[in-house]
């Protein structure tokens, strides 16, 4: 039971990036969140996406970040748009319900099923 981030690098302001969270050894049946980390510290949930494909982002990212997800590829896409240095960070995405087998770790805040991060630069 693995999930991986993918997606990230060193962009300009202005730029776009597109990350997946792909799950392997289980299927996304619960919503599924994006956050980001400073800093190694300060986590901020980005956008989340309901079973019903319904969406949720916080207020700084509405306009320029889409989620979406593709259930053939059990991934989780985050279309990211006019790019700013503050969106610098780490971005993980973590499903609401975790699934059989998976490994827990402590993150931001709580204790739950996390991939390993992407780095998003924008300088």
């Known amino acids: 039971v693995q999930l991986v981030e993918s997606g990230g690098g060193s962009v300009q302001p202005g730029g776009s990036l597109r990350l997946s969270c792909t799950g392997s050894?289980?299927?996304?049946?619960?919503?599924v969140e994006w956050f980001r980390q400073v800093d190694g510290h300060t986590c901020e949930l980005v956008s989340r996406?309901?079973?019903?494909?319904?969406?949720y982002y916080t207020d700084s990212f509405k306009g320029r970040f889409t989620i979406s997800q593709d259930n053939a590829k059990n991934t989780v896409f985050l279309q990211m748009d006019n790019l700013k240095p503050e969106d610098t960070a780490v971005y993980y995405c973590?499903?609401?319900?975790?699934?059989?087998?998976?490994?827990?770790?402590?993150?931001?805040?709580?204790?739950?099923?996390w991939g390993q991060g992407t780095q998003v630069t924008v300088s």
């Open positions: 050894g289980f299927i996304f049946v619960s919503a």
């Open positions: 973590t499903p609401k319900d975790t699934p059989a087998g998976a490994r827990m770790r402590p993150m931001c805040g709580g204790f739950g099923f």
């Open positions: 996406i309901n079973p019903d494909g319904t969406t």
